[in-house]
Structure formats: C-alpha cells, structure tokens
C-alpha cells in the first residue's frame, strides 16, 4: 500500500490526500486497481480533452466515420459531433477500446509481472500503442517513475478539465 502511495508525490498537500479514505476500503490489490484504474481513465480523459478541442477547432480526419457519414461532415461542438456520429461509428470505437483493454490485460499476465501480483499499475503492456517508437527504452527507471507520476498527475486535471467541457455544453451559465 505505502508503495503504491507515495507516487506521485503529494507534496501540494503534505501528506497523501485521500478524504474519502479509498485506500482503506481493501487490500494492496484493490489499491492497485484502483490506482491503474485512474491511470486508465487519466489517459482517456486527456484524449478526450485533446479531442473536443481538435474537433472543436476544426480539425477531421479523411475518409467516413461511417459508410456515407464523411468526418467532415461532424459539426464542431463536442456533444453536437457526438451526437452526429453514427451507431456503427460508436460501436467501432467501444470495440477498439474493449480490444485495448483485452489485451493489455492478456499482455500483463503473459509479459512480466500483473499490477495486481506486485506489478506497477498504470504500465501498459500492449505492444506499440503508447510508445511505438521506442522513447522510453533508454529511460532509465527513475525517469519512467517521473514519467508516470506526471502522467497522473496530467491525467487527473484532464479528468476535471473534460468535465468542466462537459459541463459547460450541457448546462447554460455553468462555465
């Protein structure tokens, strides 16, 4: 528990800011779930933080969403874009997501040790998804701990950031 606690440093509070006190509710598994849980949804936040606002500046990719649904034709509000998407777009994304998350799960067991067996939550084990080039083999490991800190740390305020978006389209004077 104390291992997986003490990263990323807290130091903006003094001590591990826990107020609803999660890290108690289990043992070490349960805190390690949660902790690659948060780097999990970290990660999808800030993709969905960067993507509102590609979508809202204009920005498509070529070709079709869709059979007859062209990315172009997408308005460039965030939920109005969402909303556009078509049912097999959704599902094609949901698919893709639930393939990531299949095969992160089979590469932890079959590549190294799982983050529930002592393993480092958060590390993703799916061959050339999050580093395809290669830049993080010559890290050495305290530069992969920094890293991973700052990933949750950048995860957790696109977290706030998205739903601060979210917030602001669906309720008027919000933001």
């Not at 509070?13 to 826990?18: A, H, I, P, R």
């Not at 890290?139 to 990933?151: F, L, M, N, P």
Request: glycine letters at 12%.
């Amino acid at each position: 528990k104390d291992e997986i606690l003490k990263s990323p440093n807290t130091i903006e509070f003094g001590q591990v800011w826990d107020p609803l006190n999660l890290a108690d509710l289990g043992s070490d598994q349960t805190l390690a779930w949660f902790r690659h849980a948060e780097v999990k949804h970290g990660r999808v936040a800030m993709a969905a933080f960067v993507g509102w606002w590609a979508v809202a500046a204009g920005a498509r990719i070529p070709g079709e969403i869709s059979y007859g649904t062209d990315f172009s034709s997408l308005p460039s509000k965030g939920l109005e874009a969402w909303d556009a998407v078509p049912g097999w777009g959704k599902a094609q994304m949901l698919i893709f997501a639930a393939l990531i998350e299949f095969h992160d799960e089979l590469f932890h067991s079959r590549r190294g040790t799982h983050y529930l067996r002592g393993g480092t939550p958060g590390v993703n084990t799916v061959p050339g998804l999050y580093d395809p080039f290669g830049l993080s083999k010559n890290k050495s490991e305290e530069a992969k701990a920094r890293g991973r800190d700052v990933e949750i740390k950048n995860g957790r305020l696109a977290m706030i950031g998205f739903m601060g978006l979210y917030c602001e389209a669906l309720i008027d004077g919000s933001v």
